[in-house]
T-cell receptor
């Protein structure tokens, strides 16, 4: 099955600087890569996702890049703010028609991002 | 539109007791999932369902059972609770596997 590794496990960044979180996946059939943000005591929420037919996607200060050849994808947060402090999870999955019985997301172990004022 | 709701929010059990966690969604989603979240372990999938009447095992299914008798509800059962099942349990739902998963607020379970 799919295995997703996420690095680093903790990251501290000065407010205003950029933060980068990286993930690798093992199943070459994976084609959907979402990122979730979980604030302390709250539920995970989707912040951005990318599909295998594109290499990069941006949404204001957040961007995700995908390298299918190397099987890795990254989350980039620019001009970080205190409200960016949270745990971030990457995930990977395949479309059900491609791999029957694999209708689920596999999550990374998370990165705790702390923004230092 | 409440999204995904979970009951109860918090529960304390003694070893060997049983309980059922209820997840409900009002978005007409086909897919529903149960995860557990432990410190440093991320989100681990327990069981999931791809439609009413279906269930499938996830990464850590032992000690848990599930049922999806109605499309909007997904129940997670612990027949004989163990201290190792102390965790935060999240339910989620989505239209499809390649679509956004919407999470419930979580259930904090403590097994003594």
């Amino acid at each position: 099955g799919e295995n997703v590794e996420q690095h680093p496990s903790t990251l501290s960044v000065q407010e205003g600087d950029s933060a980068v979180i990286k993930c690798t996946y093992s199943d070459s059939a994976s084609n959907y890569f979402p990122w979730y943000k979980q604030e302390l005591g709250k539920r995970p929420q989707l912040i951005i996702d990318i599909r295998s037919n594109v290499g990069e996607k941006k949404d204001q200060r957040i961007a995700v890049t995908l390298n299918k050849t190397a099987k890795h994808f990254s989350l980039h947060i620019t001009e970080t703010q205190p409200e960016d402090s949270a745990v971030y999870f990457c995930a990977a999955s395949t479309q059900p028609l491609l791999r029957f019985g694999n209708e689920k997301l596999t999550f990374g172990t998370g990165t705790r991002l702390t923004i230092i004022p | 539109n409440a999204g995904v709701t979970q009951t109860p929010k918090f529960r304390v059990l003694k070893t060997g007791q049983s309980m059922t966690l209820l997840c409900a969604q009002d978005m007409n989603h086909e897919y529903m999932y149960w995860y557990r979240q432990d410190p440093g372990m991320g989100l681990r999938l327990i069981h999931y369902s791809v439609g009413e009447g279906t269930t499938a095992k996830g990464e850590v299914p032992d000690g848990y059972n599930v049922s999806r008798l109605k499309k909007q509800n997904f129940l997670l059962g612990l027949e004989s609770a163990a201290p190792s099942q102390t965790s935060v349990y999240f339910c989620a739902s989505s239209l499809s596997v390649g679509e956004t998963q919407y999470f419930g607020p979580g259930t904090r379970l403590l097994v003594l």
